[in-house]
């Protein structure tokens, strides 16, 4: 990873701060999309699958964002969405 991120020191005359902005704006639309479609399976489950669906977020954040901590992206979703919980 680390060769890989090096190659745009060779290849870019971005600044890093647009290399940084770049990146974000597409980590964004990632985590956009992904919870959307976690909002429209819940959509479509039973009550006692929904009981489960926190939980189960819960790990499928920590797995797509490699950390225990809510990353700032998605609480960012969550109150454009108005979903506080």
Do not use: C, W
Request: without cysteine; charged residues 30%.
């Amino acid at each position: 990873m680390k060769d890989y991120i090096e190659t745009l020191n060779i290849h870019s005359t971005a600044s890093v701060e647009q290399i940084r902005n770049e990146i974000l704006k597409i980590e964004s639309a990632k985590l956009e999309y992904t919870y959307k479609h976690f909002e429209e399976l819940k959509s479509i489950l039973n009550e006692q699958q929904k009981s489960r669906f926190g939980l189960i977020i819960k790990d499928i954040t920590i797995i797509l964002i490699g950390e225990e901590r809510e990353h700032p992206v998605l609480r960012g979703i969550r109150k454009r969405n108005h979903v506080y919980s």
